[in-house]
């Protein structure tokens, strides 16, 4: 079946729920084709807006064609679209963001409605309903199960590079649950494939485009620095005795955690790591070509054309290295916090007693999400949170004295990390967390403005425990929103 | 050995791990002895002071004597005595406010010191360092391990009533960490005992004292209301078929929790249910009274002088529907998680957009402390936070535009209700959220007033995602500091 007859199966005000999980393994031509249904519609008077539920972001052939086609209603997990991040912060598109690994058990229990339509990129459909995915496992298997009816985008550009990389298996649901026996990031526990009941497949596409991921780029100084911190952190704990060998690491999307892992690769006394992430980035190939990985588990797995290319040359044996699971397993705190995973992610901001905001500008504005920052966090056995101390030309300070909008509590974390050096926050009580942060973490000039506001809060404050001055606390946002500048 | 022998035995500046858990077997006589003799060092001149873990709160013959003395240096994971908590507030004792399921952990790991004392509340003690803890586990057992010195408080009220009780089993430490093998509230996994080093025993002293716990008050009618807002929508969601029954419950400590649990007590329609909780409180008596619990899994049992009585006289059956564990296991994401838990838990304040403050008076006094709500709230199938709408004579809002401290944010906040109503919030996106919750949970006297806000958040702010207005955000905390009311 055409894309365009496809699309045509799809109902305004349908729940779609589409593969995909941060620009892996999303569907391309059916959206792109459903994009041009509704603008046709809209053209026409007629109403035509889906909710979208996936696994985390989808590329632009997703998310942008239909946010520009003005064809989204709601939408939830992720997102990192710019055309849908901006329809989201014009107030025209309602976005519920949630925690990646708590999504598909909550559409499995029925706390959110179950997708009417599923939209699933695969490599593989047989007679009997066996479908192969193909870069991501995402909450794919939930869609295929809960949804009434399948489209199924078969992409041909893998041939079967990607078969037996995946694990298909899904928690039981409460209240006759066992443990989900994944003691190691290697182990496997479900089917390479996921049964469907072949009757609700009504189309399938056939494509054969990669998914659109950009090309790796070599780490800045900053996130150099950042890196080297963290790895000397790492070394020093490990000397005292704190740190087991063997723990996983997880590693969250973007420049600076893609740093830390290029860091490893390059440094020769690195012992090899295991991953246990959600995402399986570019960075990882070049720990494999140093010999330094021992396996990676994720929920996708993303390659640009380069990195694809060498992936497909290679599949065989990378594929040992390699699994895929769902991600409410690979972001399941029963198994995050078995395996004792290490865990780094960046913050937007972090404030002086150690809360952060992941996913907000100036507490309004979503980036991308929290994404699954929290599910590992909360349940890691140590965790970084890292930035740059300063963005938009030393205009914003990371460390600020209140987060304006706040994802994870002091409660969850442990270190804090900026090119200005490391804080270890574990165990401190707030005013040692606020001191040892400004002290390691702030941007020098920002340093004297955040202590000024911390001997005013710790005079004015009713409460010493975290002596917080509610009529100063979003001073340094709000100059910057009426100056440009959170500088004094 | 005498209390004050004992209490000789420990040096300034050490680490102290005691038992006890919401005020159910905490040590009692060694540390009023220590309370006396830092009062007699200090009158010396000397210095006196100790760095405090516990399981949770303790009694005040432990916390309160202590803070009295002023030989608190430093106290974790959570607190809620009067005087510990006033020199808390006042800057004069250090307090970190931990998550109670991840302690343990921390120790264990060597993310935070070990206390090198362990002063321990125990039914018996085999010379070959058998010991049968008394009202809670909490993290007795990981102090036992880790601590260099054991200090018994044995004591005879219980006779062998608690024998049995306990399910002594700490999860394995990663990286070589198995499943948690708890599939149903009753599971028993470990031994009743902890063995201990018995070298590592320096004195037991013998003991007879209950628990100080305040006698169970019947629930008022804002509590009762409360409850039924709960009863009525689980029985809704059950109707709907989102609620699978045998669903175990969690609910927290207070007035408000201990209504439901009444109310469920008194249901004639109501099925018999199961606890798997932190503390199990005197409210459960009525549930076995009323042939309505099937089984209760906690850290601490409290009872009362008069609820002791009935527990000792009927403890041979009462044990069989009792299971008392480490709180790394009662508060254990992958436990909870997979019974599929229901969890009550009593906030302070939310917000308009579903965030929660769990702890902290006007974001800076520490209540008590987060204790083990995020441990639910993140990991349930289904959570509730509940509060009364107003609190001091209505002159708070307990629905504000931010929250002053965030405890959970509205990612893991499923369900909120006052005597006002019930929002749903799962789903649901920020700006609905707010509506919801103004229209469902607030007090008429600030429905306006909350009302404006948003209005003017939603003009005002740059991002319409999570309108929030940075400069009015915390208006209505600071009229409340600065005219003693929230009200315009």
Chains 1, 2 share one sequence.
């Not at 849908?84 to 708590?102: C, E, M, P, V, W």
């Not at 594929?319 to 004792?340: A, D």
């Amino acid at each position: 079946m055409s894309a365009e007859e496809a699309a045509e199966l799809i109902r305004h005000d349908e729940i779609l729920g589409v593969s995909g999980f941060t620009l892996a393994g999303y569907p391309k031509a059916v959206p792109t084709a459903l994009a041009k249904r509704a603008e046709r519609l809209h053209a026409q008077g007629k109403p035509f807006q889906v909710s979208l539920f996936s696994g985390a972001s989808t590329g632009d052939e997703c998310d942008g064609a239909l946010a520009r086609a003005n064809a989204i209603r709601y939408r939830a997990p992720y997102q990192s679209n710019k055309d849908l991040r901006s329809a989201i912060n014009q107030g025209k598109i309602f976005y519920t963001d949630a925690h990646l690994g708590i999504m598909g058990r909550w559409i499995r229990s029925g706390a959110l409605p179950h997708p009417t339509t599923a939209i699933i990129e695969a490599t593989e459909v047989s007679d009997d309903g066996k479908i192969r995915l193909s870069t991501s496992c995402g909450n794919s298997m939930e869609f295929l199960q809960m949804a009434d009816r399948i489209i199924v985008e078969l992409n041909s550009l893998y041939g079967d590079a990607l078969a037996g990389i995946h694990d298909c298996y899904l928690p039981d649901m409460p209240p006759h649950a066992r443990p989900i026996p994944v003691s190691h990031v290697l182990d496997r526990v479900g089917t390479d494939f996921v049964q469907v009941d072949p009757e609700k497949i009504v189309a399938i596409v056939h494509t054969q485009a990669g998914d659109s991921v950009h090309p790796f780029t070599e780490p800045d100084e900053i996130s150099k620095t950042i890196a080297g911190h963290i790895l000397e952190f790492l070394a020093h704990e490990r000397k005292k005795g704190r740190l087991p060998s063997g723990l996983p690491y997880q590693s969250g999307v973007g420049n600076v955690a893609n740093a830390v892992l290029t860091a490893m690769a390059r440094n020769p006394l690195q012992e090899p790591i295991s991953l246990f992430t959600e995402v399986i980035q570019e960075a990882v190939f070049e720990l494999i070509q140093s010999d330094k990985l021992l396996g990676a588990s994720g929920t996708a797995l993303t390659c640009s054309a380069k990195a694809r290319k060498y992936f497909l040359a290679n599949a065989f044996a990378l594929k040992r290295k390699f699994v895929l699971r769902p991600q409410e397993v690979s972001n399941h705190p029963e198994v995050i916090r078995r395996l004792g995973v290490i865990a780094m992610n960046t913050a937007i901001e972090c404030d002086i007693f150690g809360n952060v905001n992941s996913s907000h500008i100036c507490g309004s504005s979503v980036m991308n999400g929290i994404g699954g920052s929290a599910d590992f966090s909360r349940n890691c056995l140590l965790g970084f949170f890292m930035t740059p101390s300063t963005a938009k030309n030393g205009t914003i300070s990371a460390i600020v004295p209140l987060v304006s909008h706040l994802d994870h509590s002091d409660h969850e974390t442990d270190i804090f990390v900026t090119e200005q050096g490391l804080a270890d926050l574990r165990g401190l009580d707030p005013v040692a967390r606020a001191h040892r942060i400004i002290d390691a973490c702030s941007h020098p000039d920002y340093r004297q403005q955040l202590n000024d506001y911390l001997n005013y809060s710790v005079k004015s404050a009713k409460g010493k425990h975290i002596p917080i001055a509610l009529d100063r606390a979003f001073n340094m946002h709000l100059r910057f929103l009426s100056d440009g500048s959170m500088k004094e």
